[in-house]
C-alpha cells in the first residue's frame, strides 16, 4: 500500500476501551442443545414430509371413523364386499363392515400397542441399563449374564409361547413383545452411562463442583435421551411390524378384536376377490411404519451437533 | 536469488455451513523457494491446516469451496487447474505431507510396510520385493530400529514418536520437493518433539527438500524455519526471516505469541503472557484489524478499516496500524525501534 | 494361551445359557393351558387316552417330566413327536433345514449383494441423485414389511400375471430344480437385506471417509478409486463381516412369515405349526438347537472381530 506515508488523525489514533468489544459479544445468540436440534431436524425436508405424514396418520386415527360415519361393528348384509364408493371410502368387508373406520380403529389399536411396547421397553431398559451402570462390578456382570441369556432366546419363540400361556389378548400381546426387547435398550444405556461417567466433561464438572442434579441435566440427559428417542422411532415401527405379522398367523390378537394386523389377515383370505380389503390396511401400515422411520432418520442426524453442513 | 518452488497467491477458502459461510482463508499468498523451511505459524483455527490442505488440493468441496482468484503456484504450474491424473502424481511424488495424529492418519488395518510400499509403487516403477526392501530401508533412515520386521507390523503396535517417523518415513518415500508438516509434534511428547523436528531438518537437507512447517508453537520453529509466516483469523499478519520475527516482531499478535512462549533466558523470571480473549467469527469477519479486540494498542481506526501491509525491509511485512502514528505509542516497546521504508 | 483359556470360558457360559433356555422353555410348555394330546384322545375311550398319555410321558408330575427331558437333552435325545408319530427333531430338521436354509441362501446372496452394491454408490456419489435415491429406496424397503411384500408379489406375479406358481415348493432335488417356485419367495424376502446391508455399509463407508487415514492415502497420490478399493472398502467392512453370521444364522432359521404365504415346508413354518400344537418335543429340541446355533453365531462373530481388525487382536478377545 502506498499510503504509507499519511499519518494517522488523533480520532483514528484514539485507544479504544476493551469493555467495548464484551458488550458485543454478549448479543450473540445462544442456543441450547435441543434448540439446534429442532432448527436442523425444520431443515431436513424428508423429517417434515413425515412430520406431516404422522400429524394425517394421527388424525385419521382419532377422527377418522368419526368423520366418515359409517359403520364399523355392525354387520350389513346388503353392501356385502363393495367396492371402495361415495359412501364406503374405502369398499366393505365380508360382513358389509366399513373397511375406513375398520382401518383407523385397527391402526389406533395397533399405535397403542406399539406406544406402551416401546414407553415399557425405555422406562424397563432404562432403569435396568442405569442400575448397571450405577452398581458396576458384580452386579453389572450378573446383571449383563441375565441379558445375554435372554437375547440367545429365539424371540419368536418366546412371543409365541407367552402368548399361548396368557391368551391371545391385548395384554398378553403386549406383555409377548416386551419381555425381550427391553434388552437392547439396557445394553445401550448401560454403555452410554459409563462412558460418561468416564468422560473428561463429566469429571470436570464433578471437580468444579457441579451438584449431581446438574450433571444429570446438562450433561447425562442430552446425551442418553437422543439415544432414547432413536430407540423410540426405531422400535414404535417394530412392534407394529410384529403385531400385524403375529396376528396374520393366527397367533397374535384373536380375530374378534380389530388391529392392522387382524385386518391384513383377514383381507388376505379375500384378496383374490376383493383386494381392498388387504390393501387398505396394509397401506395404512406401511405409511404409518414408513413415517416412523423417516422421522428416526431426521432425528439421527438432527440430534447429533457434530453435524454441520 | 535462490528459485521459487511454490507460490500461493489470494488464497481465499470458505466453508459452507448451517449457520453460514466461514471464511477460513481470506486471500494468503506466501512463496516457498527450493531447499528453504517456511514455517506458518498461528493459533488452531486460523485457517493455517486449510491453507496446507489446499496446497495439496485435499480441501473436500463441498463442503469447502476454494474461491476464484486463487492460485497456487508449484513449479510454473497451477496446482488449483491440474487434472486428476497430473494431480496424482504431484500429490506424493512431488509434494507429501505430514499429519497432526499419525495413529488417525495411518491406516489402521494395513501393516505399515504395506502403506510405505502403496506410495513407492505409485510413483515408481519398483517391483513388491524391490519396494519392500526400500520400505525397510526407509524405516532405517527415519531411525526405527529392527525396521525388518517392525515393517509387517500395523500402527497400533508403534510408540506415538515412532509412529510419526512411520509418517515420515511415507512421506520422503518419493524423494519430493516439498514437505507439507502440519503439526507434526503437537501430539507428541516434548522430549521426542525435537527428535522429530531434528528429524525433519536432517532429512530435508540431505533430500535437498522444501519444508512447509505448521505449527502453533513458535517454540518448535525457532530451530528449523528460515522464515515465519504469521497467520491471524484466515489472514497472513506478519511476515519475514526467522530472526527479523524472533527479535523485532512488528505485529501486536507476533508479539503476544513470543511473550507466550516459555523462556529460560530471561533475568527476572517474568510471568508467562496469555493472549486474553478469542478470534473472531469468521462467518461475519470484522471489517477492521481482525486482532483488533484482543490488542492492547486498539486505536479507533483498527474497528473501522483494514491495516496497510507495511515493509521493513529484507522481506519483513507486518499488517498493523501502530505505524502510522506521528509520534511511536509510548506503551508499545516494540514500535520505539520502527523505521519502516515505504 | 490366552486365546484358548477365553474359548473354555465362554463355552461353559454357553452351555449354562442353553441350560437356562432348555429349562425355561420347559416350564412355559408345561404352563400352556391344554396340551398336544387333548385334540387327538378326544374320540378315543379313556382307557386308550391314558396309553397315549403314558407313552409320551405326559401322565407324570411336572418336574418328573422335567427330569427327563433334561436328561435325554444332555444325550442329544430329544424324543419323538407327539403330533407325528415316529418322527424325530433330528429327521424333521434333516427334512426341513435345507429347505428353509436354501430359501434363506438364495435371498440373503441377492439381497446382501444388491445392498452392498447400493451401499458403495450411494456413498461414492454422496449427495447426488443416486444417494437420494438409495436412502429413499432402502427407507421405503424398511417400511414395508416382508408379510406385505410377499401377498403383493405373489397377488401381481403369480395371481394376475400367472408368472410363477402361487404356493409350493419344489420337492425333489431340494436344490437345484424348480427355480420357479422359489423366485417369488426369494424376492420377498431379500428386500430386508437390501435395505439393512445399504444403509449398513454406506453410514460404515461416510465414517471411513472422514479418517484422517483416507486424507494420507490421498496425498500420496492414490486416484479416488484406489483409495475406495484399498483403504474405504476394507474399513468399512469390518461391520459387515461383523453383521453377517447373523443373518446366517437367520437364514438357516428361515422365515416364518414368507414360508406361511407361501406354504413352503419349511422350519419356520413347521416351528410355528408345532409351537401352536404344543408339539412340546419338537419345540423343546428346536429351540435348544436354535438357541445353541445363535450363541455359536455370537461367538464367531467376536472370532471375527479379531480377524478383521488387527487392533483387536492384540488384546486377545472381547470388544
Same mark, same amino acid.
Given at each position: 500500500?502506498?499510503?504509507?506515508?499519511?499519518?494517522?488523525?488523533?480520532?483514528?489514533?484514539?485507544? /479504544?476501551?476493551?469493555?467495548?468489544?464484551?458488550?458485543?459479544?454478549?448479543?450473540?445468540?445462544?442456543?441450547?442443545?435441543?434448540?439446534?436440534?429442532?432448527?436442523?431436524?425444520?431443515?431436513?425436508?424428508?423429517?417434515? /414430509?413425515?412430520?406431516?405424514?404422522?400429524?394425517?396418520?394421527?388424525?385419521?386415527?382419532?377422527?377418522?371413523?368419526?368423520?366418515?360415519?359409517?359403520?364399523?361393528?355392525?354387520?350389513?348384509?346388503?353392501?356385502?364386499?363393495?367396492?371402495?364408493?361415495?359412501?364406503?371410502?374405502?369398499?366393505?368387508?365380508?360382513?358389509?363392515?366399513?373397511?375406513?373406520?375398520?382401518?383407523?380403529?385397527?391402526?389406533?389399536?395397533?399405535?397403542?400397542?406399539?406406544?406402551?411396547?416401546?414407553?415399557?421397553?425405555?422406562?424397563?431398559?432404562?432403569?435396568?441399563?442405569?442400575?448397571?451402570?450405577?452398581?458396576?462390578?458384580?452386579?453389572?456382570?450378573?446383571?449383563?449374564?441375565?441379558?445375554? /441369556?435372554?437375547?440367545?432366546?429365539?424371540?419368536?419363540?418366546?412371543?409365541?409361547?407367552?402368548?399361548?400361556?396368557?391368551?391371545?389378548?391385548?395384554?398378553?400381546?403386549?406383555?409377548?413383545?416386551?419381555?425381550?426387547?427391553?434388552?437392547?435398550?439396557?445394553?445401550?444405556?448401560?454403555?452410554?452411562?459409563?462412558?460418561?461417567?468416564?468422560?473428561?466433561?463429566?469429571?470436570?464438572?464433578?471437580?468444579?463442583?457441579?451438584?449431581?442434579?446438574?450433571?444429570?441435566?446438562?450433561?447425562?440427559?442430552?446425551?442418553?435421551?437422543?439415544?432414547?428417542?432413536?430407540?423410540?422411532?426405531?422400535?414404535?415401527?417394530?412392534?407394529?411390524?410384529?403385531?400385524?405379522?403375529?396376528?396374520?398367523?393366527?397367533?397374535?390378537?384373536?380375530?374378534?378384536?380389530?388391529?392392522?394386523?387382524?385386518?391384513?389377515?383377514?383381507?388376505?383370505?379375500?384378496?383374490?376377490?376383493?383386494?381392498?380389503?388387504?390393501?387398505?390396511?396394509?397401506?395404512?401400515?406401511?405409511?404409518?411404519?414408513?413415517?416412523?422411520?423417516?422421522?428416526?432418520?431426521?432425528?439421527?442426524?438432527?440430534?447429533?451437533?457434530?453435524?454441520?453442513? | 536469488?535462490?528459485?521459487?518452488?511454490?507460490?500461493?497467491?489470494?488464497?481465499?477458502?470458505?466453508?459452507?455451513?448451517?449457520?453460514?459461510?466461514?471464511?477460513?482463508?481470506?486471500?494468503?499468498?506466501?512463496?516457498?523457494?527450493?531447499?528453504?523451511?517456511?514455517?506458518?505459524?498461528?493459533?488452531?483455527?486460523?485457517?493455517?491446516?486449510?491453507?496446507?490442505?489446499?496446497?495439496?488440493?485435499?480441501?473436500?468441496?463441498?463442503?469447502?469451496?476454494?474461491?476464484?482468484?486463487?492460485?497456487?503456484?508449484?513449479?510454473?504450474?497451477?496446482?488449483?487447474?491440474?487434472?486428476?491424473?497430473?494431480?496424482?502424481?504431484?500429490?506424493?511424488?512431488?509434494?507429501?505431507?505430514?499429519?497432526?495424529?499419525?495413529?488417525?492418519?495411518?491406516?489402521?488395518?494395513?501393516?505399515?510396510?504395506?502403506?510405505?510400499?502403496?506410495?513407492?509403487?505409485?510413483?515408481?516403477?519398483?517391483?513388491?520385493?524391490?519396494?519392500?526392501?526400500?520400505?525397510?530401508?526407509?524405516?532405517?533412515?527415519?531411525?526405527?530400529?529392527?525396521?525388518?520386521?517392525?515393517?509387517?507390523?500395523?500402527?497400533?503396535?508403534?510408540?506415538?514418536?515412532?509412529?510419526?517417523?512411520?509418517?515420515?518415513?511415507?512421506?520422503?518415500?518419493?524423494?519430493?520437493?516439498?514437505?507439507?508438516?502440519?503439526?507434526?509434534?503437537?501430539?507428541?511428547?516434548?522430549?521426542?518433539?525435537?527428535?522429530?523436528?531434528?528429524?525433519?531438518?536432517?532429512?530435508?537437507?540431505?533430500?535437498?527438500?522444501?519444508?512447509?512447517?505448521?505449527?502453533?508453537?513458535?517454540?518448535?520453529?525457532?530451530?528449523?524455519?528460515?522464515?515465519?509466516?504469521?497467520?491471524?483469523?484466515?489472514?497472513?499478519?506478519?511476515?519475514?526471516?526467522?530472526?527479523?520475527?524472533?527479535?523485532?516482531?512488528?505485529?501486536?499478535?507476533?508479539?503476544?505469541?513470543?511473550?507466550?512462549?516459555?523462556?529460560?533466558?530471561?533475568?527476572?523470571?517474568?510471568?508467562?503472557?496469555?493472549?486474553?480473549?478469542?478470534?473472531?467469527?469468521?462467518?461475519?469477519?470484522?471489517?477492521?484489524?481482525?486482532?483488533?479486540?484482543?490488542?492492547?494498542?486498539?486505536?479507533?481506526?483498527?474497528?473501522?478499516?483494514?491495516?496497510?501491509?507495511?515493509?521493513?525491509?529484507?522481506?519483513?511485512?507486518?499488517?498493523?496500524?501502530?505505524?502510522?502514528?506521528?509520534?511511536?505509542?509510548?506503551?508499545?516497546?516494540?514500535?520505539?525501534?520502527?523505521?519502516?521504508?515505504? | 494361551?490366552?486365546?484358548?483359556?477365553?474359548?473354555?470360558?465362554?463355552?461353559?457360559?454357553?452351555?449354562?445359557?442353553?441350560?437356562?433356555?432348555?429349562?425355561?422353555?420347559?416350564?412355559?410348555?408345561?404352563?400352556?393351558?391344554?396340551?398336544?394330546?387333548?385334540?387327538?384322545?378326544?374320540?378315543?375311550?379313556?382307557?386308550?387316552?391314558?396309553?397315549?398319555?403314558?407313552?409320551?410321558?405326559?401322565?407324570?408330575?411336572?418336574?418328573?417330566?422335567?427330569?427327563?427331558?433334561?436328561?435325554?437333552?444332555?444325550?442329544?435325545?430329544?424324543?419323538?413327536?407327539?403330533?407325528?408319530?415316529?418322527?424325530?427333531?433330528?429327521?424333521?430338521?434333516?427334512?426341513?433345514?435345507?429347505?428353509?436354509?436354501?430359501?434363506?441362501?438364495?435371498?440373503?446372496?441377492?439381497?446382501?449383494?444388491?445392498?452392498?452394491?447400493?451401499?458403495?454408490?450411494?456413498?461414492?456419489?454422496?449427495?447426488?441423485?443416486?444417494?437420494?435415491?438409495?436412502?429413499?429406496?432402502?427407507?421405503?424397503?424398511?417400511?414395508?414389511?416382508?408379510?406385505?411384500?410377499?401377498?403383493?408379489?405373489?397377488?401381481?406375479?403369480?395371481?394376475?400375471?400367472?408368472?410363477?406358481?402361487?404356493?409350493?415348493?419344489?420337492?425333489?432335488?431340494?436344490?437345484?430344480?424348480?427355480?420357479?417356485?422359489?423366485?417369488?419367495?426369494?424376492?420377498?424376502?431379500?428386500?430386508?437385506?437390501?435395505?439393512?446391508?445399504?444403509?449398513?455399509?454406506?453410514?460404515?463407508?461416510?465414517?471411513?471417509?472422514?479418517?484422517?487415514?483416507?486424507?494420507?492415502?490421498?496425498?500420496?497420490?492414490?486416484?479416488?478409486?484406489?483409495?475406495?478399493?484399498?483403504?474405504?472398502?476394507?474399513?468399512?467392512?469390518?461391520?459387515?463381516?461383523?453383521?453377517?453370521?447373523?443373518?446366517?444364522?437367520?437364514?438357516?432359521?428361515?422365515?416364518?412369515?414368507?414360508?406361511?404365504?407361501?406354504?413352503?415346508?419349511?422350519?419356520?413354518?413347521?416351528?410355528?405349526?408345532?409351537?401352536?400344537?404344543?408339539?412340546?418335543?419338537?419345540?423343546?429340541?428346536?429351540?435348544?438347537?436354535?438357541?445353541?446355533?445363535?450363541?455359536?453365531?455370537?461367538?464367531?462373530?467376536?472370532?471375527?472381530?479379531?480377524?478383521?481388525?488387527?487392533?483387536?487382536?492384540?488384546?486377545?478377545?472381547?470388544?
Amino acid at each position: 500500500m502506498s499510503e504509507t506515508a499519511k499519518f494517522l488523525t488523533p480520532e483514528q489514533a484514539a485507544r /479504544v476501551d476493551h469493555s467495548r468489544f464484551d458488550a458485543e459479544k454478549i448479543d450473540r445468540p445462544t442456543i441450547t442443545y435441543w434448540q439446534g436440534a429442532w432448527r436442523r431436524l425444520k431443515k431436513n425436508p424428508l423429517a417434515v /414430509v413425515a412430520m406431516v405424514m404422522l400429524a394425517v396418520v394421527l388424525f385419521f386415527v382419532l377422527l377418522g371413523p368419526t368423520i366418515s360415519g359409517q359403520e364399523y361393528i355392525k354387520i350389513n348384509a346388503s353392501i356385502k364386499n363393495t367396492a371402495p364408493n361415495s359412501a364406503n371410502w374405502f369398499g366393505t368387508d365380508t360382513m358389509g363392515r366399513d373397511i375406513f373406520c375398520r382401518v383407523w380403529i385397527g391402526a389406533r389399536l395397533s399405535l397403542i400397542v406399539a406406544l406402551v411396547c416401546s414407553t415399557i421397553q425405555i422406562v424397563v431398559g432404562c432403569a435396568y441399563g442405569g442400575a448397571m451402570a450405577y452398581f458396576g462390578g458384580t452386579v453389572d456382570s450378573v446383571m449383563m449374564r441375565v441379558i445375554e /441369556v435372554i437375547t440367545s432366546f429365539p424371540s419368536l419363540l418366546i412371543t409365541l409361547l407367552i402368548m399361548m400361556v396368557v391368551g391371545q389378548n391385548v395384554g398378553g400381546l403386549l406383555f409377548a413383545m416386551c419381555i425381550t426387547s427391553w434388552c437392547g435398550t439396557a445394553r445401550q444405556m448401560r454403555g452410554q452411562l459409563m462412558q460418561l461417567r468416564e468422560s473428561e466433561y463429566v469429571q470436570a464438572a464433578q471437580m468444579i463442583g457441579a451438584s449431581p442434579v446438574r450433571i444429570i441435566i446438562k450433561h447425562l440427559l442430552p446425551n442418553t435421551v437422543s439415544i432414547l428417542i432413536l430407540n423410540l422411532c426405531s422400535s414404535i415401527p417394530s412392534y407394529i411390524f410384529t403385531e400385524a405379522s403375529l396376528s396374520f398367523l393366527g397367533m397374535g390378537l384373536s380375530s374378534d378384536v380389530i388391529s392392522l394386523g387382524v385386518l391384513i389377515s383377514q383381507g388376505k383370505a379375500k384378496m383374490d376377490f376383493y383386494p381392498w380389503q388387504l390393501f387398505f390396511p396394509a397401506a395404512v401400515l406401511c405409511i404409518a411404519v414408513l413415517a416412523f422411520n423417516l422421522l428416526g432418520d431426521g432425528l439421527r442426524d438432527a440430534l447429533d451437533p457434530r453435524t454441520i453442513e | 536469488m535462490s528459485e521459487k518452488l511454490l507460490e500461493v497467491k489470494n488464497l481465499r477458502v470458505s466453508y459452507h455451513t448451517y449457520a453460514g459461510e466461514v471464511q477460513s482463508v481470506r486471500g494468503v499468498s506466501f512463496t516457498v523457494n527450493k531447499g528453504e523451511t517456511v514455517a506458518v505459524v498461528g493459533e488452531s483455527g486460523c485457517g493455517k491446516s486449510v491453507t496446507a490442505k489446499s496446497i495439496m488440493r485435499l480441501i473436500k468441496t463441498p463442503p469447502a469451496e476454494i474461491k476464484e482468484g486463487s492460485e497456487i503456484i508449484f513449479d510454473g504450474e497451477d496446482v488449483l487447474q491440474f487434472n486428476e491424473k497430473r494431480l496424482c502424481a504431484y500429490r506424493g511424488g512431488e509434494v507429501a505431507m505430514v499429519f497432526q495424529d499419525a495413529l488417525a492418519a495411518l491406516n489402521p488395518t494395513m501393516t505399515v510396510g504395506n502403506q510405505i510400499i502403496e506410495n513407492l509403487r505409485h510413483h515408481t516403477k519398483l517391483s513388491k520385493k524391490e519396494a519392500k526392501a526400500r520400505a525397510v530401508e526407509l524405516l532405517r533412515m527415519v531411525g526405527i530400529p529392527q525396521p525388518e520386521s517392525r515393517v509387517d507390523q500395523y500402527p497400533h503396535e508403534f510408540s506415538g514418536g515412532m509412529r510419526q517417523r512411520v509418517m515420515i518415513a511415507i512421506a520422503f518415500a518419493c524423494d519430493p520437493k516439498l514437505l507439507i508438516a502440519d503439526e507434526p509434534t503437537t501430539a507428541l511428547d516434548v522430549t521426542i518433539q525435537a527428535q522429530i523436528i531434528d528429524l525433519i531438518k536432517a532429512l530435508q537437507k540431505e533430500k535437498n527438500a522444501s519444508v512447509i512447517l505448521i505449527t502453533h508453537d513458535l517454540g518448535v520453529v525457532a530451530n528449523i524455519a528460515d522464515r515465519i509466516v504469521v497467520m491471524y483469523a484466515g489472514q497472513i499478519v506478519e511476515r519475514g526471516t526467522s530472526i527479523e520475527v524472533f527479535h523485532h516482531p512488528r505485529h501486536p499478535y507476533t508479539n503476544a505469541l513470543l511473550e507466550a512462549v516459555p523462556r529460560l533466558d530471561l533475568q527476572n523470571k517474568q510471568q508467562l503472557a496469555s493472549i486474553e480473549g478469542t478470534p473472531p467469527d469468521l462467518i461475519a469477519p470484522p471489517k477492521g484489524c481482525p486482532f483488533c479486540t484482543r490488542c492492547k494498542y486498539c486505536m479507533e481506526i483498527c474497528c473501522e478499516q483494514q491495516p496497510p501491509v507495511l515493509n521493513f525491509g529484507d522481506g519483513h511485512e507486518a499488517s498493523c496500524w501502530l505505524y502510522q502514528l506521528e509520534t511511536p505509542a509510548a506503551d508499545a516497546p516494540f514500535t520505539q525501534e520502527a523505521h519502516y521504508e515505504g | 494361551m490366552k486365546m484358548l483359556q477365553y474359548t473354555v470360558k465362554r463355552f461353559v457360559i454357553m452351555l449354562f445359557t442353553l441350560f437356562i433356555i432348555a429349562t425355561a422353555t420347559f416350564f412355559l410348555l408345561a404352563a400352556t393351558p391344554g396340551d398336544a394330546l387333548s385334540a387327538r384322545v378326544e374320540k378315543l375311550p379313556d382307557s386308550v387316552a391314558a396309553r397315549m398319555y403314558a407313552k409320551y410321558g405326559l401322565d407324570k408330575p411336572v418336574m418328573e417330566r422335567y427330569v427327563i427331558t433334561m436328561k435325554g437333552l444332555v444325550h442329544g435325545d430329544f424324543g419323538e413327536s407327539i403330533i407325528y408319530e415316529g418322527q424325530t427333531v433330528q429327521s424333521i430338521i434333516k427334512e426341513k433345514a435345507p429347505i428353509s436354509a436354501r430359501l434363506g441362501i438364495q435371498q440373503m446372496l441377492l439381497g446382501v449383494s444388491l445392498g452392498l452394491a447400493l451401499g458403495v454408490l450411494a456413498a461414492v456419489k454422496k449427495g447426488s441423485f443416486w444417494d437420494y435415491l438409495v436412502v429413499a429406496l432402502s427407507i421405503l424397503l424398511i417400511s414395508v414389511p416382508n408379510l406385505v411384500f410377499a401377498l403383493l408379489l405373489q397377488q401381481v406375479f403369480a395371481g394376475k400375471l400367472g408368472w410363477f406358481p402361487v404356493i409350493g415348493w419344489p420337492s425333489n432335488h431340494l436344490w437345484t430344480s424348480g427355480w420357479n417356485y422359489t423366485v417369488l419367495p426369494t424376492l420377498a424376502g431379500c428386500f430386508g437385506y437390501i435395505a439393512s446391508y445399504a444403509r449398513l455399509l454406506k453410514a460404515s463407508m461416510l465414517d471411513v471417509m472422514n479418517q484422517d487415514y483416507i486424507l494420507t492415502a490421498e496425498s500420496k497420490g492414490l486416484t479416488h478409486r484406489e483409495v475406495i478399493l484399498h483403504h474405504v472398502l476394507r474399513n468399512s467392512f469390518i461391520p459387515i463381516v461383523t453383521n453377517l453370521p447373523m443373518s446366517v444364522a437367520m437364514c438357516i432359521t428361515g422365515s416364518f412369515f414368507i414360508e406361511s404365504v407361501f406354504s413352503i415346508p419349511g422350519l419356520g413354518l413347521y416351528y410355528v405349526n408345532a409351537v401352536a400344537a404344543q408339539d412340546v418335543t419338537i419345540v423343546m429340541g428346536e429351540t435348544v438347537i436354535l438357541a445353541a446355533l445363535y450363541i455359536i453365531v455370537v461367538f464367531v462373530t467376536d472370532i471375527l472381530y479379531t480377524v478383521v481388525d488387527p487392533r483387536i487382536r492384540i488384546r486377545g478377545g472381547k470388544r
